[in-house]
């Protein structure tokens, strides 16, 4: 990929702060990646799966927050958010107070070098956050590499990850994962047709650990 402001951390903390700002001042909770579809997409999966509520799931790269309290809302307890920008998390803070979705934990962690206690969880969830590090501009690769050994890190063995990506398509995500993790499922997505071939334009996929 060509490197992008996308892959910046100076990208996303003014970005949050403009949407801190928005929901201080009109109570908007900002953008959700990939829609609401793609929410909608997890929590039945989960369900289909018969998750446990009680599963311990990890948000890489929450944002605002918003999945997690759609999560809580499906009957979820366990729940934590990461995000490195701390803009970021003082959004989903507050947007967290305003569902009244107290139970859901908050933290700003650098999912590439995440703290000892970030660890043990049945569940991660990556909505566009391996796509932001997929553009960074100083070494993507090696990024991407310190990406699956923090997912390893956390992630118990047998645990799921649940990724939504609008830049790999599921070969290539099956290739960057192929150390530690097996594919258990494409999740449907939209469709596109273009010039007589029909594509995706989101690649959603379920891993398991092992």
């Known amino acids: 990929f060509s490197p ?10 003014a970005a949050y702060e403009r949407e801190l700002q928005t929901f201080q001042d009109i109570g908007d909770t900002g953008e959700i990646w990939f829609g609401e579809e793609s929410m909608v997409r997890i ?8 998750v ?9 790269g929450t944002g605002n927050g918003v999945l997690l309290v759609e999560l ?21 803070e507050k947007v967290r107070e305003k ?15 995440p703290s000892a206690e970030l660890s043990g969880f ?3 969830i990556d909505k566009g956050t391996f796509d932001a590090i997929s553009l960074d501009p100083s070494d993507a690769v090696g990024k991407r590499k310190l ?10 063995p047998e645990g799921f990850f649940l990724i939504t990506s609008c830049n790999w398509t599921k070969e290539e995500l ?30 959603a996929l379920v891993f398991q650990r092992k």
Not at 43 to 50: P, S, T, V
Not at 52 to 60: A, H, K, R
Not at 74 to 91: E, F, K, R, V, W
Not at 99 to 113: H, P, Q, R, T
């Open 122 to 124: 049945d569940i991660c």
């Open 147 to 156: 990406y699956v050994g923090s997912l390893c890190r956390v992630l118990k």
């Open 43 to 50: 929590i039945r999966w989960l369900e289909k799966h018969k």
């Open 72 to 92: 809580a809302k499906s009957g979820y307890m366990n729940l934590t958010g990461i995000d490195y920008s701390p803009s970021a998390i003082q959004l989903s």
């Open 174 to 203: 099956l290739n960057e994962f192929r150390e530690g993790f097996e594919i258990l499922e494409e999740l449907p997505t939209p469709k596109f047709c273009f010039g007589g071939r029909i594509g995706n334009s989101v690649t």
């Open 99 to 113: 569902e009244g979705m107290s139970n859901i934990k908050l933290k700003v962690e650098d999912f590439l070098a």
């Open 52 to 60: 446990p509520l009680d599963s311990s799931v990890l948000d890489i």
């Open 4 to 13: 992008s402001v996308l892959g910046t951390r100076e990208h996303w903390d």
